[in-house]
T-cell receptor, first 112, second 115 residues
Framework: KQEVTQIPAALSVPEGENLVLNCSFT??????LQWFRQDPGKGLTSLLL?????REQTSGRLNASLDKSSGRSTLYIAASQPGDSATYLC???????????FGKGTKLTVNP | GAGVSQSPRYKVAKRGQDVALRCDPI?????LFWYQQALGQGPEFLTY????????KSGLPSDRFFAERPEGSVSTLKIQRTQQEDSAVYLC?????????????FGPGTRLTVL
């Protein structure tokens, strides 16, 4: 059974700092690895999707990497801003349906 | 619409009541998923539809939970005889299966509170 772990559970940084969020998974047989953002009381917004054959994806100030052999993914956020404050969730797509198995998330606070 | 919509956004039910939660996926999206998110946790898979066929319901926590998608578009998640442990946010997501292994697009969720 796939298990996804995110470390740290919470992170507080000053504005402008570069930061890394970590995600680990136990089953390397994933179709893709997705990173989402969730604001309080809201649904999930997709940030980046890395296919199983890829190593990384970039979008603006965000860069996500995937290492299937070690069961790890990282989300790098450059030059953090207060608007980046949210909970970040990673999820691995499993099985024929590509159902997602989520971690518990990292709650990020960027202080002005 | 441009995105996945869910209704109601908030539902308060007395223990023992039946509830029905609705999901309107993005038009043309073949695959639809339901997830349950407890407070402070990541979402957990409940069930999956491809068109009108329910192909995976392994995540439904009990036989009080039932989901349908009769015409392959709108889906309804029904919970019978609600219990306090059913209190959670219920999220719906859809994928355009024409673009395999694509991003799942999530709705805003329905927050269910069982008193």
């Amino acid at each position: 059974k796939q298990e996804v772990t995110q470390i740290p559970a919470a992170l507080s940084v000053p504005e402008g700092e570069n930061l890394v969020l970590n995600c680990s998974f136990t089953d390397s047989a994933i179709y893709n690895l997705q990173w989402f953002r969730q604001d309080p009381g809201k649904g999930l917004t997709s940030l980046l999707l890395i296919q199983s054959s890829q190593r990384e994806q970039t979008s603006g100030r965000l860069n996500a990497s995937l290492d299937k052999s070690s069961g790890r993914s990282t989300l790098y956020i450059a030059a953090s801003q207060p608007g980046d404050s949210a909970t970040y969730l990673c999820a691995g797509a499993q099985g024929g349906s590509e159902k997602l198995v989520f971690g518990k998330g990292t709650k990020l606070t960027v202080n002005p | 619409g441009a995105g996945v919509s869910q209704s109601p956004r908030y539902k308060v039910a007395k223990r023992g009541q039946d509830v029905a939660l609705r999901c309107d996926p993005i038009s043309g999206h073949v695959s639809l998923f339901w997830y349950q998110q407890a407070l402070g946790q990541g979402p957990e898979f409940l069930t999956y539809f491809q068109n009108e066929a329910q192909l995976d319901k392994s995540g439904l926590p009990s036989d009080r939970f039932f989901a349908e998608r009769p015409e392959g578009s709108v889906s309804t998640l029904k919970i019978q005889r609600t219990q306090q442990e059913d209190s959670a946010v219920y999220l719906c997501a859809s994928i355009d299966r024409g673009r395999k292994k694509d991003t799942q697009y999530f709705g805003p969720g329905t927050r269910l509170t069982v008193l």
